[in-house]
Structures are given as structure tokens and as C-alpha cells.
């Protein structure tokens, strides 16, 4: 079990600056591209590595770079049944060839997707609307929960990251530079300490029902809860499952919605079920999602009960153009059935519980790993300096991190501390290549180790 | 010269009922396809004509509904260089099976589209940021303004539509339903009349500094002035050229920035300039473009002067999973070389002015046509009681619609009174096919005519 991080340690990293390449520092070693991209987007970079990868192509779970070096893709949870995988391709190749509209005309090709995807849901959520990204979807379920509560007041994880429009920076701390979270938003702790409570679904549950008062006290009416059920940006916190339950029930009671913001685990990433709030045993009242969707065609959604999404268009009209075209369709229903056909959802629990066991020996002879977190192939390594495991080693990560790039894995961090390597490859990963990360990891750390 | 619309006349219509599909009153004659969507999608459909149409394939100018009937599309200004573009499907075919990811690799892909992208813009606008949908490149445009404004004041034209997510359904009037415009946004007419001032572009920019003295009045510092310079839901305003100019120094003099919203001009539309600012001689702070940069494919995105990016990079960060994929950057570079080699933008202006010949010749024979308005392929025919150019007439406007639907044609309306039709081509549209659309629209007014 996950003790509470102390707060006495470095300072909380930005997720997005974590691992990232820095102009100023590396302006020496730029390469001709990277010194073209700086000079397309400016300060609006967020790359990878000190020393960025040039990628060219991918397939399954492996990367080729432009010097012909392959990766092992343990980071990317876009491309989440493999990269470039051919049914994906070929669905979109075919219907891009016949038919890309908006949805103010009808298609059979949107409607087979939307009754494909509901029927992945709890029978209340029945209403669909995609959208082109989790953003975008998270920003719609903000309102939707504005229109329904009639509050503004948001309760988020301490480092919770939603996405890029202006209303979902404002809840996504990780996100936020000199910045301080609105007045509105309030956060409540990671589910990863249950402290005198007895366990962390209690321990958690406290932490709401202090954020709803905080809300009441600053004046803001509660509207919701909004998480990510496996906590990926705060770390990877995954178990118990059910640690959210009683949490949810004290949001209903005060009158809040719960959004799962799936857009980190769903479609079957946990392996222990399709969606991450499933693996809780708790129907949200939106659901978003995003990335692994169409498995890199840009497309996400949320889905909502009728009653609530009727709410919000009685006052704001919402369409979007790139939303529900039958491109989009027909990529997420390959996704969905990659998914089922190459039984995903199976081979993420298998080959997410054989990582854990060789990483969990790996811990028993490596003291600087503090805990092995996770469920199915989302998986959280929490790195500490030797033997202290409540002093979290963002440097060692960030070491970790290089070290397996010189070694052909990619794999990034996360965490208030940056200081927990996310496991997160594609689903298709088989035993060998997952051995590969593991073997790749212990050379990098006695590599560390020894220097 | 167009005349004020008079306000005497029946209330103004939501830009998205215009038109549409009411659950409502057609449910008797509903398809099964159309139950089916309205149970996956809600109380959010929004569908074309009393009895949508199912869409099955296209090509060029043309869509295939599932009964075989043939339409030619005026609406759709997404598929800009024709549906299914040959050259398009090959480039996303192409690249989506070679390499799908984000932008923190480096991909050579992106940069060459980036450089290709910039070279269309005035050379300040030299960072570029891509994002899924044009309404998250409104919505990061606005906050782009406020970080160096330090103001939230925005001024839009009256019937304004830039996108849906929560801020900028804020400045959407034409979206808003039951809500009212936030105390920090104020309208301007658009410029249709030049009033005692002389001309429409000392008028514009009269009512451009009693925007600003408003928004003071109301103690909101000026942020930004934001427009689609076709003005395209507030009925196609386009000439003459030139007309934004004083009001942008208006603008800028107040210390607010002036945002290009080219989600409906952009890329060649306009035939006489590649972008529609450049039409009114005006340089813009930010630009934002959308629906027509992949054909279909899901991409938008904003330039800006590298000052303005820094400034807002440095207290939030910003990262877009989608934004900048290879492929979003392999159908946005099709796009510009079929737009170049294939001459679009002279086939815009030439094809532009035959419709409009032929259009004026229509209007002298029919005392309903009020105004022919417009430049290349973006041009709106505004409709009227007969011979009382001063009375808008919306349900004229819909008879012709669904008359055009009948015969073959698909296209909208726009406008506060729902009473401009909108002529919005694909840019490859042929003589004959120009001529088809005017046949077609003459039949119908005649057809109306005589009932």
C-alpha cells in the first residue's frame, strides 16, 4: 500500500515540462529539424528527450527513428491496439475514399459505431456526443454539469491534467505554470494513503467531503467530481478497486455530478474491465474519452444520460463539425473490434500482471523502487532514493527515462514529484516484448547504479 | 450596397435551428436510421431539412444519398477542394499507415507542412500551433489576448459563430439559445451600411469605438476583437475590401489584439486573396483556420507573433495529442498542393463571378432577391418580400432550401433573420456545375412563385 508523499520534497514538477527538451539548454545540439520546429511553434514546443527522436514509422508496439533505430513504445497510449495496425488503416482508407461529412447528414456508418460504443456502457448513458478531443469532450462535460447543478464548483485531483481549453486548464493543476488554480476548483489527495481512516476508499472519501465544504466555504456552488480513475497524472493509483465508491455517493448526495474522464484508462487498458470506473463498481453521469479511440485518428466523445445532455442544449446550441464524421466512425470501430477480436482487454491483464511480477522481483533486489502500482497495462514504478521510500527521485526517473532510450524503450513519468515511470504500451504487447522493457530496466538502473 | 437590416422584422433565428431537423414535429415520417440517431445522439442532433438525408458517398461536387439520387453540394465548405479529393485519401492513406503520432517526436512530415503553412501568412506570423477543431484554436487565440491584454472584453459581430467550447460559445451569439451574452462580450453590427458616416468602413469603425467605450462602461479592460472577415453567420459581408482596416487600428490603439477567425474564408475560398483578412489589407495578430486545412480531415490550428505565444506559454502549457500528427500534417500539405496546382483559388474568383453574373441577372427578373453579396465562392443571395428589399423574408429562405433539396442541390442559410442564402461550393466547382446550381434555383423560386 502507497504511503501519503511527503510534501517536503523537491518541488512539484509540470507534467508537461517532465522529460521534456529545453531550447535554451540544448540550443548547441540542435539538429537541423529541431531548429526548424523551434522556429514553427515557438514557445509552444513540448518535446521529448533532451536530445528529441526524429520518428518515421511504427508498427505493433515498436517506433523506427530516422537513423534506423528501433523503440519499444512503452509510453504512447494513442496508437493503444499498435501502431499503424492494419485494420485501423484499412478502415480509414476505405470510408476516407467514400464519405467524410459532418453529422447534419445521416450515416449508417456513425450510427453502427455510436450503438457499438454504447454497448460497451452502463444502459443509463445513452447518449453519445463525439467530439475531436478529450479536451473538447471534458469541456462539454463541465457545462453539462454547469447547466444540471447550476454551481461552477470543481473538485480534481492534486495533479490532475483534463486537457487544453481554457475551462479545462483551469481544473488541470498539472498543467498550470505561474498560474494558480482558480477560486473554483479544489483538490483533493491521490487514493493512496487510507491514514487513520481505515482504508483508502474512507480516506479518499474524506478528502471529497472537505473539498465540498471548501467549495461551500469560498462560495461556490459543487458541481463535480471529475477524475481519472487510474490517477495517471497524480502517479497511477489503481487499487483497491471500489476505492471510489463512497467518494461518488457523498457527490450525489451533495447534489454533484461524477465525470469519468476515461480519455487515460478505457478501452480496456486496466484489463480487469472495458472502463477504468468500472473496475470501482460506480456508473459515472458523464463519461469522457479520447485518445485511444480511433487508435490515432483524432476523434473523442463523452457519453451522458438523456435528461442531462437535454439540460445543457435547452441553452447553448453545440455541434461540432469534425465530430461523428464516418472516418472517425469507422477508425473507432475497428478499434472497438481490434479490441475484442485479439481479446485486448485479456492479454493487457496477462501481460500487465507478468510485468508486475518481474518488476515486483526486480523491487526486492532494487531499493530504489518505492512501489509497483497499476492494473492491466497501465502501470505506475515509483522510484525513491535508496531505501527511503518516501523520498521520491524525480532525477533517478528522469535517468531511468534516458537510459532506456539509449537502451530502445520509451517510457515516460509522472506524479507531483515526477518521480513514477508510466508503464503504458500497447495492448498487442506480447511476453517477449515485455520482457524486453523489464531486462532494459534493470540494465538502465545498474547502469545508474554503478556511475 | 446593402442596407441595415431593419429590426422591426421577425425575431432573429439561431444559426443552428436554421434549417434543421426538428425531433418534434417529424417524428411520424422519421426513418428507422433517424430514430436510431436521435436515440444515440439526443437532445444534440442537429440534422439538416424536416426529413435528413442519408449520405453514402461523394466525390468532387457531388454526394450519393443512400436512395442513388445525386445532390451537388453548396453547402459544405470542409471537403473545400472536393469530397473525397484523390490526392487527399492518397496522402492520409499513405501517411496513416507509415506513422501516427504526437508531436513530441519529431516527424520531417509536420515541418514541411509548417513551412508550407507559413508561407501563405504575412511574415510576423511565424509560430503556428495545430489543434483538432477551430473552435480550440479560438478558444487558445482568446487566451493568447488576454495573457497579453490582460483584459477579458471581446468584441464580435452581432451573429457571430466561433466555435463550441465553453469560452467561445461565450462569443457565439448565433449559438446561444435561452443564455444571454456574458457582460464581458459586446456585439457590432455587421458592416452592411455605411450610414451618415460615408462609407462602411468609417461606419465599422465608429461602431468599433463605441464597442471599446462599452465594454469600458461595463469595466471590462479590451481584450481582443475577433471576426471572420466574410462575416458569414451574420449573412456574407464582404466588400468592399478594405473596410476592417480603420477598425483594426481602432483596435489596436486600445491596446486590445484584432483575431482573424478563418474558419470559413481561409484557404483560397475568397478567390481574390488566400486568406480572408488579406482581402481587407489588414495584418492580424492571430489567425485561426479550421474546417476546410485537411479536407475533412480533423485538424485547425492558429499562427501568431512568437512574442504573443511566449508570453501565454509562459503561465500555462499547452499540448494538443492530435494537433501536429503527421497525418493531419499529410492531408493539410495535399490541400495546399491541390489549392496551388490545380489553381483553385483563380477557379474560385472566375467561377465566383460567373454564379454572381448570373445571379444579378436573376435579380433583375425577381423582386425577391434583395442582394447578391460575396467574393469567389463564399457569396450569400439575401431574400426578401417582393420588391421590399427592406424585409427579410426567412421562410422564403427555407422554401428555397428545400426546393433546391428536391431538385438536387444542397445549401444553407445565414444571417440574424435565417434570410441570406449561403453559396459555398467546393473551390473545384466547374462552369457547368455553376450553372446547374443557378437552373436549379430559379426553378425554385419560380416553383414558389407560382403556388
Redesign the interface.
Known amino acids: 500500500m502507497a504511503k501519503k508523499n511527503t510534501k517536503t520534497q523537491p518541488a512539484a514538477r509540470?507534467?508537461?515540462?517532465m522529460n521534456a527538451f529545453d531550447a535554451e539548454t540544448s540550443a548547441s545540439t540542435s539538429?537541423p529539424?529541431?531548429q526548424?520546429?523551434i522556429?514553427?511553434?515557438?514557445?509552444?514546443a513540448?518535446?521529448?528527450y533532451r536530445e528529441?527522436?526524429?520518428?518515421?514509422?511504427?508498427s505493433g508496439s515498436w517506433?523506427t527513428a530516422?537513423d534506423g533505430k528501433r523503440y519499444l513504445d512503452f509510453y504512447?497510449n494513442?496508437?493503444s491496439v499498435g501502431?499503424?495496425h492494419p485494420r485501423v488503416?484499412a478502415a480509414?482508407?476505405d470510408q476516407?475514399?467514400?464519405?467524410?461529412?459532418?453529422?447534419?447528414?445521416?450515416?449508417?456508418v456513425?450510427?453502427l459505431y455510436?450503438?457499438a460504443l454504447?454497448a460497451t456502457f452502463p444502459a443509463s448513458l445513452?447518449?453519445?456526443?463525439l467530439?475531436?478531443?478529450?479536451?473538447?469532450a471534458n469541456?462539454?462535460a463541465?457545462?453539462i454539469a454547469a447547466a444540471t447543478s447550476r454551481g461552477t464548483g470543481i473538485i480534481v485531483s492534486e495533479n490532475a491534467y483534463h486537457g487544453?481549453?481554457?475551462?479545462i486548464?483551469d481544473i488541470s493543476p498539472?498543467?498550470?505554470?505561474?498560474?494558480k488554480l482558480p477560486d473554483h476548483v479544489v483538490t483533493v489527495p491521490a487514493p493512496s494513503h487510507a491514514g487513520q481512516s481505515g482504508s483508502i476508499e474512507n480516506a479518499f472519501a474524506a478528502d471529497m467531503t472537505r473539498a465540498i465544504a471548501e467549495l461551500e466555504r469560498r462560495g461556490h456552488k459543487f458541481s463535480a467530481f471529475i477524475c481519472d480513475s487510474i490517477f495517471s497524472s497524480d502517479g497511477v493509483y489503481a487499487d483497491p478497486p471500489g476505492f471510489l465508491r463512497k467518494a461518488v455517493e457523498i457527490v450525489h448526495k451533495a447534489g454533484g455530478l461524477y465525470i469519468a474522464d476515461e480519455v487515460q484508462p478505457g478501452f480496456a487498458r486496466t484489463g480487469e474491465a472495458f472502463w477504468g470506473f468500472a473496475r470501482h463498481g460506480v456508473v459515472p453521469d458523464v463519461v469522457t474519452m479520447?485518445?485511444p479511440m480511433g487508435?490515432?485518428?483524432?476523434?473523442a466523445g463523452l457519453t451522458t444520460r438523456?435528461d442531462l445532455?437535454?439540460r445543457?442544449?435547452?441553452?447553448?446550441?453545440?455541434?461540432?463539425?469534425?465530430g461523428?464524421?464516418p472516418?472517425?466512425a469507422a477508425a473507432g470501430m475497428a478499434v472497438l473490434n481490434v479490441i475484442h477480436d485479439e481479446q485486448l482487454q485479456d492479454n493487457a491483464l496477462r501481460q500487465g500482471k507478468h510485468i508486475t511480477a518481474r518488476l515486483l522481483d526486480l523491487a526486492a533486489k532494487d531499493d530504489r523502487i518505492a512501489e509497483i502500482r497499476g492494473a492491466g497495462l497501465f502501470l505506475g514504478i515509483e522510484l525513491c532514493r535508496p531505501g527511503q521510500k518516501e523520498q521520491p527521485d524525480a532525477e533517478l526517473a528522469s535517468s531511468v527515462i534516458n537510459g532506456l532510450k539509449d537502451r530502445g524503450v520509451l517510457i515516460g513519468a509522472a506524479g507531483r514529484f515526477g518521480n513514477t515511470l508510466k508503464v503504458r504500451p500497447p495492448l498487442s504487447l506480447t511476453e517477449q516484448e515485455a520482457d524486453i522493457f523489464v531486462d532494459r530496466l534493470e540494465e538502465a538502473l545498474s547502469a545508474i547504479a554503478a556511475t
Open positions: 509540470q507534467i508537461l515540462d539538429s529539424l529541431l526548424r520546429r522556429a514553427n511553434v515557438g514557445a509552444s513540448v518535446l521529448f528529441p527522436l526524429e520518428m518515421v514509422s511504427a517506433m530516422a504512447n494513442v496508437p501502431h499503424t488503416v480509414v482508407t476516407i475514399s467514400k464519405l467524410n461529412i459532418n453529422s447534419r447528414y445521416l450515416s449508417s456513425v450510427d455510436l450503438d454504447k445513452s447518449n453519445v456526443v467530439s475531436c478531443s478529450g479536451s473538447e469541456d462539454l463541465l457545462r487544453n481549453t481554457s475551462i486548464s498539472s498543467a498550470l505554470k505561474r498560474r479520447g485518445k487508435n490515432g485518428f483524432p476523434m438523456p445532455l437535454a445543457f442544449c435547452e441553452d447553448t446550441g453545440y455541434f461540432s463539425t469534425f461523428a464524421n472516418v472517425a
